[in-house]
């Protein structure tokens, strides 16, 4: 028996307590994974024989391997905590513009700093920004949302709107073609000039509102045609298509026997640039939806693109990475799409502290896509993932550690009292 054996026990042990006593101490670490010390026997190279009596050297530790198996998941009040439940990890960046050193963490307790990027110690979210279709737009990098500070508006382009006009509507008393072959107008002082009305909001491009007023007259009880005429922001009363009247025939939309639009085709009219509001392009009044059917005038849909000026009021992370920003006027905007990327090997990773890891060689292929997919983890907003150490295993390894470290320590102590039994021959 030689000293060599037992003095690497001990080196052997003192290193799996210092694994575990680390293991220990990141209980309630965010993310972090355990680890283990794996070791391996030594033997003396020999150029002799192959000898069956061979005895080993001792012990030596090959490697300290951390288990990515997954942690509990905890629910926070935090829209931006974020929780990867199966494989996967975030991707960080050290600088703001995306040129510095890339890690990868499953740490999700995330903040938006100043300059409006998600932060975590000092590491930032990277990402796709995303335009206002939706589309993603540039290199991957650090998400920012600073330009949405100043809050959003939209001119309106666009206004679906739809109606039921009622058949069994008698002519409009009140109105009737002007002598001369003019046309009367609808006059908003007179009910009876007009058979329905509605008013719908629209934004210009600074996101103030406007109003556009839509009046329907039934010239003929026998026939299925209506005029059809607009008033903006209180305004004169014009055709539909913005032509003056009477001296116009004015717009006329007609319906089929079974009360479906049939002309014009398409059924649309325009407000201009050019008629005393802020606009950079028409706006479309889209009426293809409306019919005419027995019973009360009434609109059946009303769909406006445009929204007026709101700040932003909160943002959040949606279960497939979108991150949307949500405003004061009630707007949801997608503003940029979190990717999750795994590895072959995730154990190749090279742990660099504050919960990340840094790729290696060791690490293989990446893979990159939306959360829940492809094979990667699904992304749970307002939760974190807790470390996955079982405290109780861990303090049984560690009194078989220290077990085996009194163990080691006893065969040093039967040497010294072998070779003290030497010394004392006379």
Excluded: C
């Amino acid at each position: 028996m030689g000293f060599q054996q037992g003095l690497s026990g001990l080196n052997a042990a003192s290193k799996s307590l210092d694994v575990i006593g680390n293991n220990v101490a990141n209980a309630n670490t965010v993310g972090f994974k355990q680890s283990r010390a794996e070791f391996a026997d030594i033997y003396a190279n020999s150029l002799s024989a192959i000898s069956n009596t061979q005895v080993g050297i001792g012990v030596q530790t090959v490697n300290v391997a951390q288990s990515f198996f997954q942690g509990n998941v905890t629910t926070t009040q935090n829209p931006l905590d974020l929780a990867i439940s199966g494989p996967g990890f975030f991707q960080v960046n050290s600088a703001e513009s995306g040129d510095g050193v890339s890690a990868y963490t499953r740490n999700g307790q995330f903040k938006l700093n100043k300059d409006g990027y998600f932060e975590n110690n000092g590491y930032f979210l990277t990402g796709y920004q995303l335009d206002s279709f939706g589309n993603e737009i540039g290199a991957e990098g650090p998400l920012n949302i600073a330009n949405l500070a100043q809050g959003v508006a939209k001119a309106t382009t666009n206004i679906d709107w739809s109606f039921n006009l009622d058949a069994d509507a008698t002519r409009t008393p009140a109105i009737a073609y002007a002598a001369g072959g003019g046309y009367d107008v609808p006059d908003v002082t007179v009910r009876g000039s007009y058979s329905y009305t509605n008013t719908s909001k629209f934004y210009d491009n600074f996101g103030s509102p406007h109003e556009v007023t839509v009046f329907f007259v039934k010239r003929n009880a026998a026939t299925n045609t209506w005029d059809v005429y607009r008033q903006l922001d209180g305004g004169t009363v014009t055709n539909a298509d913005g032509t003056a009247a009477p001296a116009n025939p004015p717009y006329q939309i007609t319906f089929d026997s079974l009360g479906q639009l049939n002309s014009p085709t398409p059924p649309t009219f325009q407000i201009g640039v050019a008629e005393g509001v802020t606009l950079a392009n028409p706006i479309t009044i889209d009426l293809s939806k409306t019919t005419q059917y027995a019973g009360e005038f009434a609109v059946t849909g009303l769909n406006n693109d445009g929204y007026p000026l709101g700040s932003l009021a909160s943002v959040n992370v949606g279960g497939d990475g979108l991150v949307s920003a949500r405003f004061s006027n009630g707007y949801v905007q997608n503003v940029g799409h979190i990717k999750l990327y795994n590895f072959v090997n995730p154990q190749g990773l090279r742990p660099v502290g504050d919960n990340r890891w840094v790729y290696t060689d060791s690490a293989g292929a990446k893979t990159v896509g939306s959360p829940d997919s492809a094979g990667l983890g699904a992304l749970q907003s307002g939760a974190l993932e807790d470390s996955n150490v079982d405290t109780t295993q861990e303090l049984v390894n560690m009194i078989v550690a220290q077990r085996y470290y009194q163990a080691n320590a006893q065969t040093i102590k039967t040497q010294d009292s072998v070779l003290q039994t030497l010394l004392n021959l006379r």
